[in-house]
């Protein structure tokens, strides 16, 4: 059982009288990143490249944090980790340069689950001739069926750009299943976790993903974002970088104005949150790093269960609700992202009544606006949506629905 007073000491934030359940919007950050930015900036804020020792000393912080990034995704090699502003950016930044190899009538296959961040960069390359189509949500189980997209590609499809988990439905898809499929059919694919990693382990070489991004900001961190791509294929990419910075170099190729010293220096407060984690609750247990981080996910989502059972129980119980995804809270189908739709009240009407109990909810599409046109849930004004993480309690849950009950 995972020791909740313990975790949520790790966040100044939770010490207000308020409770946060927007966290698939930005979660709340640890104490150990405000610390690293505040150390970078006061002990390191210098240019890189310098021979002189403050700059050379924050060269090598950064080369370690990037190492450690790496080691959390499992990645081959510290080249493989890619630093952007947003995951926003970064898959922007690969549709632009990935697609120069590809040719007019190649084919690009999006979903209508998807944040649009892993849509409208494929969506734009349309104006380059390149042919994208959409693997379509089953609206009767809200699941994407593999069956549907072996049937969209074809010899022409290069890549094919799919959620790990819907930040609407909660949804897990099957990545690895969905990868092997892609490859077979001589594809490649990108893989948006950003829904998905503060909820599990990332381990892209079991994923065996091309591409894999997720942001820091929603995973107990700064407004930073990351992406994984194999080197092989990274290599292959054209610089977006300047005309020196040629296309051997990876990654910084593909991080103009290079990238934010201070926030990526802070991720190591979380690599090593769930290391912390891991001693706490196991001791000086012996375990590889990759171990270590499988127990500590195996706890993060053992909890979060018992949170969603908490509130999809309550909501199952409402004949006027609508579950917008699985309503089940089987941690191996789904994350706490829980969405749902009432027959009576528009979503903002929900959660503004919500709003005055200092509770953090939202309503609306959350950039999935292509999933909410396909459920035909737009005259509802989206959906409303409880994003719960592990560092919530089983009291906030209760009060919530207590909330609730004085609504519907």
């Avoid at 939770?14 to 690293?36: P, T, W, Y």
């Avoid at 390359?125 to 693997?135: A, C, F, M, N, S």
């Amino acid at each position: 059982m995972m020791d909740i007073e313990y975790v949520r000491e790790q966040f100044p934030a939770l010490s207000r009288d308020f409770i946060f359940m927007d966290n698939a919007g930005g979660s709340q950050v640890l104490k150990k990143v405000i610390e690293r930015i505040s150390g970078y900036l006061v002990h390191h804020n210098v240019q890189l490249g310098a021979s002189y020792k403050v700059s050379a000393e924050a060269g090598g912080k950064l080369k370690y944090a990037t190492s450690r990034i790496a080691e959390l995704v499992n990645a081959s090699r510290d080249e493989e980790v890619v630093i952007g502003s947003s995951t926003t950016m970064l898959q922007r930044i690969l549709s632009l340069t990935i697609s120069s190899q590809w040719k007019k009538g190649d084919e690009v296959i999006v979903t209508d689950t998807d944040h649009e961040a892993n849509v409208s960069p494929w969506m734009d390359l349309q104006e380059k001739g390149i042919k994208v189509k959409t693997w379509q949500v089953n609206k009767e189980t809200l699941e994407l069926e593999i069956s549907d997209l072996q049937k969209l590609m074809t010899e022409r499809t290069k890549l094919v750009a799919v959620t790990h988990a819907s930040n609407v439905l909660g949804t897990i898809n099957p990545i690895k299943k969905i990868t092997q499929a892609v490859h077979e059919a001589g594809a490649l694919i990108c893989v948006d976790g950003v829904a998905y990693a503060p909820h599990r382990k990332v381990d892209v070489k079991d994923l065996d993903a091309d591409f894999y991004t997720f942001s820091w900001y929603k995973t107990f961190g700064p407004h930073l974002a990351v992406m994984y791509g194999k080197y092989e294929e990274l290599a292959k990419l054209d610089s977006i970088n300047h005309y020196f910075i040629g296309k051997e170099s990876v990654p910084y190729k593909l991080q103009p104005g290079n990238f934010n010293f201070e926030l990526t220096y802070s991720t190591l407060g979380i690599i090593e949150y769930y290391d912390e984690i891991f001693r706490h609750h196991f001791g000086a247990e012996k375990a590889s790093y990759q171990e270590r981080l499988t127990r500590t996910f195996e706890l993060i989502a053992s909890h979060e269960e018992k949170l969603a059972t908490l509130l999809l129980d309550y909501l199952n119980s409402v004949p006027e609700v609508r579950i917008i995804g699985i309503s089940e809270a089987d941690r191996s189908k789904r994350v706490p992202t829980i969405s749902f739709v009432h027959e009576k009240f528009k979503s903002e009407e929900i959660v503004e009544k919500v709003d005055g109990h200092r509770i953090g909810i939202r309503f609306g599409d959350f950039y999935a606006k292509k999933l909410i046109q396909a459920l035909d849930l737009e005259e509802k004004n989206g959906v409303v949506r409880v994003s719960l993480v592990h560092y919530n309690t089983t009291e906030e849950v209760r009060k919530l629905i207590g909330v609730f009950k004085g609504i519907f």
